[in-house]
C-alpha cells in the first residue's frame, strides 16, 4: 500500500504550465528520487505535497496508519489536496528546503526544539505560566532533540550558533529539525546541494541510515546524480513539466529521453 501519492496532479501559473500530471506514489520505506534539468517543476511537485501551492488539477493523499485499543492496526487514505502545511507536516510529512532555512541566531539545541512544538500538547496559557503539563512536555522535548541530535552525529554541537555550523552540519541540522516533527514521509530538496563530493557521500549514506532508525518513506530532489544513483531505488524525471521517465537507476540511466534533457539534445 502506498503511504502517499499524486493523482495527475498539475500546476498552472498563469500561462506556464510548472507541473503537467504528475502521478506518483511512495511505498512505506522507499527511497525515491525527483531528478530533471532547472526550471523542470521538481521544487514545485514538492510545494503541491506539502500544501504550500493547491494543484490547479489533480488530487494528493495519504494513508495514516492507526491502532485500535485492541492494538490491531488499520489504515486509510486521506484526500489531503487542500490540506494547509501545518496539517500535512501535523500528519506527518516532513520537508527540508533547497536554501538552508535555519533560525541562524539560536543555537543548534534550540533550533530542535522549536520544531518540536508541533507536537506539543499544553496550550498557550500553559505555556506562559508554565504550569507543570508544560514544565513537563518541555523537558520531554529538549530530551529528545538532544537525542536527535546524537542521532545526526551533531551532539557536540549542541550549543553552537547554528550559523556557525560548517554547511554539511547545517543540512543535517536541517533533517533534524524535519525529525523533530515525527514524520513518516520525508522530502528533501538537493540535501547534497553545495557539498563537495566526499560529503555528498557521507550524505548519502546518512540519508540512508535515517530511513532505517526513523522508519522513514524518503522522496528526494537532488542534482548529484551519484547520490540519486547510489541511494534510490526508484526516480521520476521531470522536464519542463513532464514526466519524461521513471524506474529504477539502472533503466533512467540509460533512457534516451534522460540523456538528452540534460544534455539539451532537440
Ligand atoms: N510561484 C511561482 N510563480 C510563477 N512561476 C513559478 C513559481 N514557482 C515556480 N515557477 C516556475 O515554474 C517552473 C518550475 O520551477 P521549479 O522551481 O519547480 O523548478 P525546479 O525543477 O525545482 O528547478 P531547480 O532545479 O532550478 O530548482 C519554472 O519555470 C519557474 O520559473
Known amino acids: 500500500m502506498s503511504i502517499l501519492r499524486a493523482d495527475n496532479i498539475t500546476m ?7 507541473v503537467s500530471n504528475f502521478q506518483m506514489m511512495l511505498q512505506e520505506g522507499e527511497i525515491v528520487g525527483l531528478i530533471g534539468p ?11 505535497i506539502t500544501g504550500v501551492y493547491t494543484p490547479t488539477e489533480g488530487q494528493i493523499y495519504f494513508t495514516e496508519g492507526k ?17 494547509r502545511p501545518d496539517q500535512i507536516t501535523k500528519l506527518g510529512v516532513a520537508r527540508t528546503f533547497q536554501n538552508i532555512r535555519l533560525f541562524k541566531e539560536l543555537s ?19 505555556s506562559i505560566l508554565r504550569l507543570p503539563n508544560y514544565t513537563k512536555e518541555e523537558k520531554a522535548m529538549v530530551e ?27 543540512r543535517r541540522l536541517e533533517i533534524a529539525r524535519a525529525l523533530a516533527t515525527s514524520p513518516k514521509v520525508l522530502l528533501l530538496d538537493e540535501p547534497a546541494a553545495g557539498m563537495n563530493p566526499k ?3 557521507e550524505l548519502m549514506e ?51 529521453k534522460v540523456v538528452e534533457a540534460y544534455l539539451g539534445v532537440d
Not at 217 to 241: A, K, P, S
Open 38 to 48: 532547472n526550471g523542470a517543476g521538481k521544487t514545485t511537485a514538492f510545494n503541491m
Open 199 to 201: 560529503e555528498s557521500l
Open 108 to 126: 543548534v539545541l534550540d533550533n530542535v526544539i522549536i520544531a518540536n512544538h508541533l507536537r506539543i500538547k499544553s496550550d498557550v496559557i500553559s
Open 206 to 256: 546518512f540519508v540512508g541510515e535515517i530511513r532505517d532508525r526513523f522508519k522513514l518513506t524518503i522522496f528526494m530532489i537532488e542534482h548529484h546524480m551519484q547520490v540519486v544513483m547510489g541511494i534510490c531505488e526508484r526516480i521520476f524525471v521531470l522536464d519542463h513539466g513532464v514526466t519524461i521517465a521513471k524506474g529504477t537507476p539502472s533503466e533512467i540511466q540509460n533512457n534516451e
Open 67 to 83: 491502532k485500535d485499543e485492541q492494538g490491531n492496526q488499520s489504515s486509510h487514505e486521506i484526500n489531503i489536496t487542500q490540506y
Open 144 to 170: 529528545k532533540s538532544i537525542h536527535l541530535l546524537e542521532e545526526v552525529g551533531l551532539k557536540d554541537l549542541v550549543h553552537e550558533k547554528s550559523s556557525s555550523l560548517p554547511y554539511g552540519k547545517q
Open 12 to 18: 498552472k501559473f498563469g500561462g506556464l504550465v510548472a
